[in-house]
T-cell receptor, first 115, second 118 residues
């Protein structure tokens, strides 16, 4: 595997379910990101991890819970979601944690549908 | 805080024709500027980036972009499009100056969807 991978690619869940999204980067980077992409809206940065430490939480509701056990893996734990949370969730990584200047490399995303 | 405007939501061009996608940014200092492309069902792929130096930047797949400080623009161009260029294109601006709040974010535009007709 090369680059940034995400699993699952598609996920359908009810509002009472608990699920997790997984991201893995094979680039030797030290920073990882979660973005939400909704139709007709700009990409929304959700979380940033730099050297496994969370450095950004962009006012994300607590029903989204990130976890970064090491610099190569990033998870997004989901619970009690709302239909408006349906979107494409993108993971990205970069060499360091300067998210405004680093080149970010994106995974293919997880298409989440909340029923 | 910085912002990005991509005024064209959807553009249709004929295969072989030239292309220009517009991007305007707002930022107080010299920005870091990026163009990304997203094919259906895929993540974003970097086409090119500008940090400093030559204002005409060459990227992958035959794309180029020109930074014009006086117009606060970073338009993407390609002299002859191919059917495989059909995708969504995102301009993004990042901060070159770290504020008192720490790391600045990469701010994306809303994207321009490109359709290619034979």
């Amino acid at each position: 595997e090369t680059g940034v991978t995400q699993t699952p690619r598609h996920l359908v869940m009810g509002m009472t379910n608990k699920k997790s999204l997984k991201c893995e980067q094979h680039l030797g980077h030290n920073a990882m990101y979660w973005y939400k992409q909704s139709a007709k809206k700009p990409l929304e940065l959700m979380f940033v991890y730099n050297f496994k430490e969370q450095t950004e939480n962009n006012s994300v509701p607590s029903r989204f819970s990130p976890e970064c056990p090491n610099s190569s893996h990033l998870f997004l734990h989901l619970h009690t979601l709302q239909p408006e949370d349906s979107a494409l969730y993108l993971c990205a990584s970069s060499q360091a944690g300067a998210s405004g200047t680093d080149t970010q490399y994106f995974g293919p995303g997880t298409r989440l549908t909340v029923l | 805080a910085q912002s990005v405007t991509q005024p064209d939501i959807h553009i249709t061009v004929s295969e072989g024709a030239s292309l220009e996608l517009r991007c305007n940014y707002s930022y107080g200092a010299t920005p870091y500027l990026f163009w990304y492309v997203q094919s259906p069902g895929q993540g974003l792929q970097l086409l090119l980036k500008y940090f400093s130096g030559d204002t005409l930047v060459q990227g992958i797949k035959g794309f180029e972009a020109e930074f014009k400080r006086s117009q606060s623009s970073f338009n993407l161009r390609k002299p002859s499009v191919h059917w495989s260029d059909a995708a969504e294109y995102f301009c993004a601006v990042g901060a070159s100056v770290i504020s008192n709040f720490g790391n600045e974010k990469l701010t994306f535009g809303t994207g321009t969807r490109l359709t290619i007709i034979p």
